[in-house]
């Protein structure tokens, strides 16, 4: 990563304002997943050894949509905060203005303040000036270490280093290493395989990976429409019919390295306990069934290429893996991964969910915290949150 981190920069003694992806599920009032609060710990503990005047961290959580709604309080990840870092943990009742600048003053040195949620303003995501003045007002330098919100131009990601010098912190280091190594100078041979629902938000991944990777694997309800694309009668599964040109022709383009599911599970309901059997693509599905899940058979095909990649990308998953009996082909590709020699990365997201399910997550060589953010990069997008960081000279 060409950027200035948190090693490049003295923070003795200095404010620090940081943005962290806290933006985890809350349920009754507890966090019911810390991972992204770990993530952000070691960056956290690092500056602490710096002797910092104090940190003060922003994050969002959820779509409050320029409003307080108590549901969306980042409160709750409090406690969660001062037990992972060993210290106590100060709460702002708001991200700027008098409680949010007094909340900071009362701090100790060295002390640790948690914002309230930066979307609880509108001005937030509309990126505006006066209101990223107001947040960059808390810090002296600024410290981005938030991948999961770098593909956004907000004002708590790319409006506040305007005003601040601003560097990354260990996770966005992390994340940029293993993301940009794999799409610019990938060990080879370099595999994909790409999941999910839908063909129209991967299109740009899709375009740019098959210029850059040995094969590409496609699962989930994505496939669908390959299938039909191809003349195969998909019943009632889920296709986007506006995509079918555009899978015709990345099928025509990537032909040698596209390789679909040849056999599929398929079911008479959308339903966990529906009726099931496997099919071959080729002889078509019956009308009032749906695709939902990759067969056995399937998973060995895809096997059969993953077994000698050293570099492998995964994003999204190959089945309705919510339902159990959907879930197979998700979970045979994360054991398939977890055994592999080679470089795993999970882009975050449902696959990340999915390997985390599996129990597969500590092998994996790195699990992205940004679901989208991944995916831009992996389409070749520059991210404003990473842009705006300062160069190395």
Not at 90 to 117: I, K, S, Y
Not at 179 to 204: Q, T
């Amino acid at each position: 990563m060409n950027k200035k981190t948190i090693r490049d920069i003295d923070l003795t003694g200095k404010r620090v304002l940081i943005r962290v992806d806290f933006n985890v599920p809350v349920k009754d009032g507890a966090v019911t997943d810390d991972t992204r609060v770990r993530a952000a710990i070691p960056t956290l503990k690092a500056i602490l050894e710096q002797k910092p005047r104090y940190m003060a961290l922003m994050s969002h959580l959820g779509r409050p949509k320029g409003e307080v709604k108590p549901e969306f309080s980042l409160r709750p990840v409090v406690p969660v905060l001062a037990e992972l870092l060993g210290v106590d943990v100060a709460f702002a009742e708001d991200c700027v203005g008098d409680a949010a600048r007094q909340a900071a003053e009362a701090l100790p040195e060295g002390g640790v303040l948690l914002l309230e949620n930066t979307r609880f303003h509108a001005e937030e995501t509309k990126n505006d000036e006066a209101f990223a003045k107001q947040l960059a007002e808390l810090g002296d330098v600024y410290v981005n270490d938030a991948f999961g919100s770098a593909h956004r131009a907000h004002a708590s990601t790319e409006g506040v280093t305007r005003y601040l010098p601003a560097v990354g912190g260990f996770l966005m280091e992390k994340e940029l290493d293993y993301l940009v190594n794999a799409v610019e100078s990938p060990k080879k041979p370099f595999v994909a395989i790409l999941g999910g629902a839908k063909v129209s938000d991967k299109i740009g991944v899709i375009e740019s990976l098959l210029t850059k990777c040995d094969r590409l694997l496609i699962g989930g309800g994505m496939a669908n429409t390959f299938f039909k694309a191809q003349g195969w009668a998909v019943g009632d599964s889920l296709v986007e019919d506006d995509a079918i040109e555009t899978a015709k022709k990345l099928l025509e383009t990537g032909s040698s390295k596209l390789l679909l599911p040849d056999e599929v599970v398929i079911a008479d309901a959308f339903d966990n306990d529906a009726n099931t059997q496997v099919i071959a693509i080729k002889d078509g599905v019956p009308d009032g069934w749906r695709i939902l899940d990759i067969s056995p058979g399937a998973v060995e095909a895809f096997r059969e290429v993953l077994k000698d990649a050293q570099t492998i990308i995964w994003n999204g998953p190959m089945g309705v893996f919510e339902m159990d009996n959907f879930a197979k082909g998700t979970y045979q590709i994360a054991e398939i991964l977890a055994e592999s020699s080679a470089t795993t990365i999970i882009g975050g997201g449902d696959s990340a969910a999915a390997v985390k399910k599996a129990g597969l997550s500590d092998r994996m060589s790195h699990i992205s915290t940004g679901g989208g953010a991944s995916l831009e990069l992996l389409e070749g997008k520059a991210l404003p949150g990473v842009v705006a960081l300062q160069d190395r000279d």
